[in-house]
């Protein structure tokens, strides 16, 4: 699975808002909505897992990085957007049941997370 944190999902997810960004700004843009320091060696082991991973791409301006999300890193959000939609539009929650076999076939087909 592409996103193997909520972190990855929400860098990308700030990046295709923003367009593009320097490391630190799109680092204090998820702080700010963490609401919490993020460690700096982690944050940016995280960005560099996704530039090798070809969902984000980085080149150097002056002495900054700027992150920008690839088609793949975009089409990635754009997925996990309509799976995310497509179980909030129901508008009820609920509750673990026979139909978690069901679901998770279903997630699966739709590109979205499958949680064991």
């Not at 944050?43 to 992150?67: C, K, P």
Request: aromatic share 10%.
């Amino acid at each position: 699975m592409w996103f193997q944190s909520g972190r990855r999902r929400d860098l990308c997810a700030v990046l295709y808002d923003a367009g593009e960004l320097r490391g630190q700004k799109l680092k204090t843009r998820l702080e700010r909505y963490y609401d919490l320091r993020i460690d700096p060696q982690s944050f940016y082991g995280t960005l560099d897992a996704l530039v090798e991973s070809g969902h984000l791409e980085r080149r150097t301006e002056g002495i900054y990085d700027v992150y920008a999300l690839t088609d793949a890193g975009a089409g990635r959000v754009e997925s996990y957007y309509e799976w995310l939609a497509a179980r909030v539009e129901n508008g009820e929650r609920r509750t673990a049941d026979a139909d978690e076999v069901g679901d998770a076939a279903g997630a699966a087909d739709a590109g979205g997370p499958v949680v064991d």
